[in-house]
């Protein structure tokens, strides 16, 4: 009897908390891994330890946050290796992503490659009970060119309920491959936006699962729900992994060189 074959499983990696330059150095360790091809793709979640202020990677920090305010309450500013506006990372979940263009079909382009991470995310995020939806359209600037936060902007790959974000990704890709990374807002605490962000923020353009879900789901159970979105989405089955003592070495390197702390 002839057996089945079955393609080749992909990589999971669940983080837990990191410093904002460890997160930033192994999501681009992986995407090295990737583009190289020693890796499959990886599917990496995290989160941050400080809170800390990420820019996207054509920003310049005096333009978008209160650099005295972070300086004086140690909330690390870091440079992003993707695009996409200004975000603090306090009470959510990281989810990273990142693929040879060959590996999938979708992925050969930046627009189907979004589209299709963020159908992956809707699905787990709909099986946690949230009826999100992708928003389908774009009513602001680039990000380069802008003075608001991550949250108070519209990009049709958003995922939203009742119009609010509650996901916000950016992506970077070169010619073999692309790296995709995004946040999952759990909870927000309003006085620290208020303080870190110059323009102000409209919070009724951002939702979190709070808002939506009480209590809020544990982490390990997000995490299960949105594996389970990409696993349906790809037919892919997902291997955990954890990276080697090299790749951590090698992720503190590229983060100095790639992603220098800005305060």
């Avoid at 209160?66 to 200004?86: E, L, M």
């Avoid at 263009?101 to 159908?119: E, H, M, N, R, W």
């Avoid at 390990?220 to 989405?233: H, N």
Wanted: some cysteine; charged content about 20%; hydrophobic content about 35%.
């Amino acid at each position: 009897m002839r057996e089945r074959s079955f393609p080749a499983p992909w990589y999971l990696v669940i983080s837990g908390q990191c410093s904002p330059w460890l997160n930033m150095g192994l999501d681009l360790v992986f995407w090295q891994n990737v583009r190289t091809g020693k890796s499959p793709p990886v599917l990496r979640f995290y989160s941050w330890q400080p809170p800390s202020v990420s820019l996207g990677y054509k920003q310049k920090a005096e333009r978008l946050i209160d650099v005295k305010f972070c300086h004086c309450y140690r909330i690390p500013v870091v440079q992003r290796p993707t695009g996409g506006s200004a975000l603090f990372h306090d009470l959510e979940l990281t989810y990273s992503f990142t693929a040879r263009k060959d590996d999938y079909p979708a992925f050969s382009g930046p627009v189907s490659s979004y589209l299709t991470i963020c159908q992956a995310l809707q699905r787990g995020l709909r099986k946690l009970g949230l009826s999100v939806e992708v928003r389908g359209f774009s009513d602001t600037v680039e990000p380069s060119f802008t003075r608001q936060s991550c949250f108070n902007l519209s990009s049709r790959h958003d995922l939203v309920i009742f119009g609010r974000k509650l996901v916000g990704s950016a992506q970077r890709r070169d010619k073999e491959s692309f790296l995709q990374h995004g946040s999952l807002l759990l909870a927000l605490r309003k006085n620290l936006w208020e303080k870190i962000f110059l323009e102000p923020v409209n919070f009724e353009k951002v939702a979190t699962v709070a808002d939506f879900l009480s209590p809020c789901p544990e982490e390990k159970k997000i995490i299960s729900c949105l594996l389970a979105g990409f696993q349906e989405i790809f037919h892919r089955r997902f291997s955990p992994t954890e990276p080697a003592k090299e790749e951590i070495q090698q992720a503190w390197h590229l983060a100095q060189t790639h992603c220098q702390p800005v305060i």
